[in-house]
Structures are given as structure tokens and as C-alpha cells.
């Protein structure tokens, strides 16, 4: 069964410094989203990506953000300079109808 | 505005008995519903979705939801719990509305099975 996979599974990063999370999502999707969750609690929609351009982004997704589909497979999400509020669980997802999600990336900033 | 309340944070239930997750929401609109399960340290996984059609749909390991448009309620059963059932469970909208991609999560509740 085809499925989003993540990768790395675990980043630890210093403050300030850049991460690149990546994600390759089932192939016959079209849109493809970003999600945070902290501790184990809500999840938190960062911003969804359709036929290569941003379509919604949420107060979350300020300018240290930015997600790129560079090579028609991979799908990534970049920071630019982490902050510890920044330490969460990030989930990739791509979807036709249903949402499919990935086994996430956990991000700890120290 | 899409919004998704689950009222409980923690469901308990014995194993046999049925269970009953809540889910209530707001969208503008035709709403598409979802729940989604996450165990320890995991991902979000797919249960069962409400498109259009029957009110009732089924979804996977036995799980099943009910949509009540007046009610605005989305409830997730199922007959027979299973310790395996443990785990966090989440409803999710969206609305059937052009440019809308945004799918929207409750809080989530944690359901735990009883032996």
C-alpha cells in the first residue's frame, strides 16, 4: 500500500541555526500539506501545496517558512532560523480525497 | 471559519462493550469528515471519511461514524472495543468549498480500553 514517508524520523538542531525536513508523498496525489503537532496534542495546520504554489497558509507559516516541491517527488519544509517553540512533531500529508500522513519528524531545538 | 470540538478529552470503555468517540463541527457549507487514529509516537492514521452519500459510513478495524447534518455531529462507534482500540483519536473537517484545502483537527480524545 503506498504511503508518505519522512525523513529524517528524529532532528535535534542548535537555535538559529537551518532545518530541512523531507517528505515524499504517494504519487498520484495533487495537493500536499504540512502539520505540527507539540507534546502529543493538537495538530496544526502549517500550509498546503497544490499545483506547485502555496494555496493556504496558517499565522504559523510566517517568513521563517518555506516549503518547495523541488524535483516533482520530494517535498520539503525549511526553516530558516529555529527557535525552541519550534520543537514539535512535523507531519507531512498528501491527499486526493482522504489525507494521508507520514510517520512525522520529530524537531528538537536546543 | 472550519472548526472541530471533541468534548472529551478521555473516553474509557470495557473491553466488549461499545464505544462512542464525539465530534462536532462547523464549516461553511458541505463539510468532508474524517477520523484518524494515532498511537505512541506515530503518525496519523486514516479511519473512515464522509463524503456524500449514506449517513453511515465504515471505515477500518471495525470502525464506523455517523453523520447527522442537523446535529452538525460526526460520532465515530464501534460495537466491540478491543484493547488494541487504545489510542488517540481525532476528527478532522473540511469544507467542499473551491481553494479550501485547510483540514482542520479537534483536540483529539484518548480513548482507553479497559481489560
Known amino acids: 500500500e503506498p504511503e508518505v514517508t519522512q525523513t529524517p524520523s528524529h532532528q535535534v538542531t542548535q537555535m538559529g541555526q537551518e532545518v530541512i525536513l523531507r517528505c515524499v508523498p504517494i504519487?498520484?496525489?495533487?495537493?500536499f500539506y504540512w502539520y505540527r503537532q507539540i507534546l502529543g496534542q493538537k495538530v496544526e495546520f502549517l500550509v498546503s501545496?497544490?499545483?506547485?504554489?502555496?494555496?493556504?497558509k496558517s499565522e504559523i507559516f510566517d517568513d521563517q517558512f518555506s516549503v518547495e516541491r523541488p524535483d516533482g517527488s520530494n517535498f520539503t519544509l525549511k526553516i530558516r532560523s529555529t527557535k525552541l517553540e519550534d520543537s514539535a512533531m512535523y507531519f507531512c500529508?498528501?491527499?486526493?480525497?482522504?489525507?494521508?500522513f507520514g510517520q512525522g519528524t520529530r524537531l528538537t531545538v536546543v | 471559519a472550519q472548526s472541530v470540538a471533541q468534548p472529551e478529552d478521555q473516553v474509557n470503555v470495557a473491553e466488549g462493550n461499545p464505544l462512542t468517540v464525539k465530534c462536532t463541527y462547523s464549516?461553511?457549507?458541505?463539510?468532508?469528515l474524517f477520523w484518524y487514529v494515532q498511537y505512541p509516537n506515530r503518525g496519523l492514521q486514516f479511519l473512515l471519511k464522509?463524503?456524500?452519500?449514506?449517513?453511515l459510513v465504515k471505515g477500518s478495524y471495525g470502525f464506523e461514524a455517523e453523520f447527522n447534518k442537523s446535529q452538525t455531529s460526526f460520532h465515530l462507534k464501534k460495537p466491540s472495543a478491543l484493547v488494541s482500540d487504545s489510542a488517540l483519536y481525532f476528527c478532522?473537517?473540511?469544507?467542499?468549498?473551491?481553494?479550501?484545502?485547510?483540514?482542520?483537527f479537534g483536540t483529539g480524545t484518548r480513548l482507553t480500553i479497559i481489560p
Open positions: 464549516v461553511s457549507g458541505n463539510p468532508y
Open positions: 464522509y463524503i456524500t452519500g449514506d449517513n
Open positions: 504519487s498520484n496525489h495533487l495537493y
Open positions: 500529508a498528501s491527499r486526493r480525497e482522504a489525507a494521508f
Open positions: 501545496f497544490y499545483n506547485n504554489e502555496i494555496s493556504e
Open positions: 478532522a473537517v473540511r469544507a467542499l468549498n473551491f481553494g479550501n484545502e485547510k483540514l482542520t
